[in-house]
C-alpha cells in the first residue's frame, strides 16, 4: 500500500484525521517537508511485527563471532 504524503503543516492542522486513517483505515503516511520525507506513520500492527521479526542485538554479535 503506498503512503498518503502529508506535509508538516498538513500534520499540524489535521493531526487527529491523520492519526485515525492510520490506526482505523490502516493508511501508512509520509510525512515531508520541503518536499523531503521526514518521518513515516504506521499502525502500531506494522510497528510491532517488525519490531519482533527483526534481529536483536544480540543476534548479531552470535552472528559475527
Do not use: C, H
Request: aromatic share 8%.
Amino acid at each position: 500500500m503506498e503512503p498518503k504524503t502529508y506535509t508538516t503543516i498538513d500534520l499540524r492542522r489535521q493531526m487527529g484525521e491523520i492519526l485515525d486513517r492510520t490506526r482505523i483505515a490502516g493508511e501508512p503516511a509520509a510525512i515531508t517537508r520541503k518536499g523531503k520525507t521526514l518521518a513515516y506513520l504506521v499502525p502500531a500492527e506494522w510497528f510491532e511485527q517488525y519490531m519482533a521479526q527483526r534481529p536483536t542485538a544480540s543476534d548479531a554479535n552470535r552472528d559475527a563471532a
